[in-house]
């Protein structure tokens, strides 16, 4: 259930990074179903099992269409994944404005589903370089530490602690209802 809360949160991460002479990109899903235990209609509210038998009810508020169509039984598959693309660029340069974006793609069918993107483009503050990893640490302008893996090395050799840099962060959430 710990990724239903993650899920709720999903839009409301603030993404932030860093960017170079070419982009690099690293990505991770994770995925989660559940059986639907009991639908309440007239509150339009749906309680979820998980593998670990716990439940948690989910709140489906109007943008949820094909309400109706949702069988006890039905099974429920999230879908959650991230990317970060980024480019390093020099110290100095004019910072780029943050950026943000979100869209839907309802799915075909009887079932309620669909996919939801964001991304987001801010620019952020360089703590930790790890050239052994290689990794970079970053500070967002609210204050949030971030860590990414960077794939190619040399992305970072002209970066240095408390450079400006930039970071797109992609993030999906998929959700597909099968039958029982």
């Known amino acids: 259930?710990?990724?239903l809360i993650a899920i709720a949160a999903?839009?409301?991460l603030f993404a932030a990074t860093s960017q170079a002479q070419?982009?690099?990109s690293q990505s991770a899903a994770v995925s989660e179903s559940f059986v639907?235990?009991?639908i309440d209609h007239s509150a339009r509210i749906v309680t979820l099992r998980g593998?670990?038998?716990l439940t948690e009810d989910i709140f489906c508020g109007p943008e949820v269409e094909r309400f109706n169509a949702l069988k006890v039984g039905d099974k429920v598959t999230f879908r959650y994944y991230e990317s970060v693309v980024y480019q390093i660029r020099k110290p100095g340069s004019p910072a780029p404005k943050p950026s943000e974006g979100a869209a839907m793609v309802r799915?075909?069918?009887d079932k309620p589903g669909g996919t939801i993107s964001q991304q987001v483009t801010a620019v952020v503050t360089v703590n930790e370089i790890d050239m052994k990893v290689p990794s970079v640490?970053?500070?967002t302008s609210e204050g949030r530490k971030m860590s990414f893996k960077v794939e190619d090395p040399n992305n970072?050799?002209?970066v240095k602690v408390n450079d400006k840099v930039e970071i797109t962060y992609t993030q999906a959430l998929a959700i597909s209802v099968g039958g029982k």
């Open 1 to 3: 259930m710990r990724y």
């Open 10 to 12: 999903v839009f409301s």
């Open 22 to 24: 070419k982009a690099v």
């Open 36 to 38: 639907i235990d009991a």
């Open 51 to 53: 593998e670990d038998g």
């Open 107 to 109: 799915s075909a069918g």
């Open 137 to 139: 640490t970053v500070t």
């Open 156 to 158: 970072l050799k002209d």
